[in-house]
Structures are given as C-alpha cells and as structure tokens.
C-alpha cells in the first residue's frame, strides 16, 4: 500500500505500509459477494519486537535494537487496522477502525488512500489483472508479492508484509488469482521444503544446505519445528 503517509525501506525496497485516510469522498465498498476478509496476525511485528528487546537489553546493540523496535512496532501498529479483502472479482485493502476488525466487511476502500508509491489509483486491484504472485514463503510467511497490470500495461509489482493470516491470504490467492510463475504447492502440502522450493531466492538457499539438514526439510511444518534441523 502507498500513499501520502509512512512507507519503511527494507532491504533496499519501500514498503508503503500506512496511507493516511482519503479526504476525498469515499468510494463504494467491495460487493459483498464472495466477500472474504483476510483476518490479522502479529507474529511478525511481534518477533521483530522480540529480536529488538534481545539486541537491546541482553546484548547492547542499541543501534540494531533500535532499528529493529521502530520498524516492530510500525507493522504491528498496522496489524491492527489494515485488512486484506477478497471478493469474487478484486483484491482491495481498507483500514478498520480498530483491533477487532467490526467495519472490515463495509468500509470503502478510499480508507487506505492511494497508491502513491507504487503507481498511483486506490488500493484495489481486479483478480484477473494479476499476472504473477509469490510468497516467501508458504508456510513460513513473511513476505508477499503480486504484479498486475491494471495501474500500468507493462506490470506493476507490489510488496507487503506477512501482518494478516498467511496461510488464509495464500488460499485465497492460490484460489482466486490463478496460476504464477512458480509451481506453488497446496497448503495441506506446506513445510520447509516445499517452502523453500516455492520461489527462486529458496531454492538458492536449498542448494547451500547440506545433505543431513535436506533430508529433515519435509519434517519442518511450522516455526515450532524448526529444531528438529539441528537434531542428531
């Protein structure tokens, strides 16, 4: 999402996370037809303020902790309001006016804003102007991409983080988006392997792990599993 408020770089990309209310007049609501509204998930904002309070408190590296707190509480500020909706024929972000999600099935989409950082026009998108999406990664959500054409003819990409209920936004993509350019597994088939084959940046890290930590990928369905890696 983009507009005239707060976007975050990270790792060299922006990230517009937090478009200010339109003043404009609204525009109508998603139909509610089909309507599904991908419900909040805060482990991302919540492990980054946990990586922050280890940084800071335990460790001393008051930079990193900094750092890592400003853009923490940033994503789980915006893991209270900004909802993710599907209809049967558009994707459209809207803000909620508060925690509990109560306005997400009927507030219009000028609540978020424009796109003034990735191309301009409201923060919805038609489904079948989608020509490609990713996750990194399926099962282990932190990231999501999609491009459409429907802002430019040449393809538009957009980034988000991971603060909505991963696997529910990936069944809804994997339902109404259609096909991407990677063969993307079905969610009953999510682990660490199939995860990791997902996407090309996976597959390169797959390539530099050795032979007895390969062979336990497919035991690594969640973050709680991530142990059984380092077994012997």
Do not use: C
Not at 61 to 77: D, E, K, S, Y
């Amino acid at each position: 999402m983009q507009t005239t408020a707060s976007s975050s770089k990270i790792a060299g990309r922006k990230f517009a996370l937090a478009p200010l209310r339109s003043s404009s007049t609204d525009s109508e609501p998603a139909s509610s037809s089909g309507l599904v509204v991908i419900p909040e998930d805060y482990r991302l904002g919540g492990s980054l303020l946990g990586v922050a309070f280890l940084l800071g408190p335990a460790l001393h590296l008051w930079p990193q902790f900094f750092l890592h707190a400003l853009i923490g509480g940033f994503l789980t500020f915006q893991t209270t309001r900004v909802r993710f909706r599907f209809s049967d024929s558009d994707l459209d972000v809207v803000f909620t006016d508060g925690p509990e999600g109560s306005s997400a099935e009927s507030v219009s989409t000028a609540s978020s804003g424009e796109n003034m950082l990735q191309g301009g026009g409201e923060n919805k998108w038609s489904l079948k102007s989608v020509t490609n999406w990713e996750m990194w990664w399926p099962g282990f959500p932190i990231l999501v991409y999609f491009k459409e054409n429907q802002t430019k003819s040449d393809g538009q990409p957009h980034f988000f983080p991971i603060i909505m209920d991963g696997k529910k936004l990936y069944e809804q993509m994997l339902a109404k988006m259609g096909p991407s350019k990677n063969t993307k597994p079905a969610p009953e088939d999510w682990n660490l392997d199939t995860a990791l084959d997902a996407t090309p940046v996976g597959r390169r890290i797959k390539e530099e792990l050795d032979g007895d930590i390969k062979a336990k990928l497919k035991e690594v369905k969640d973050f709680a599993d991530i142990a059984k890696l380092f077994q012997s």
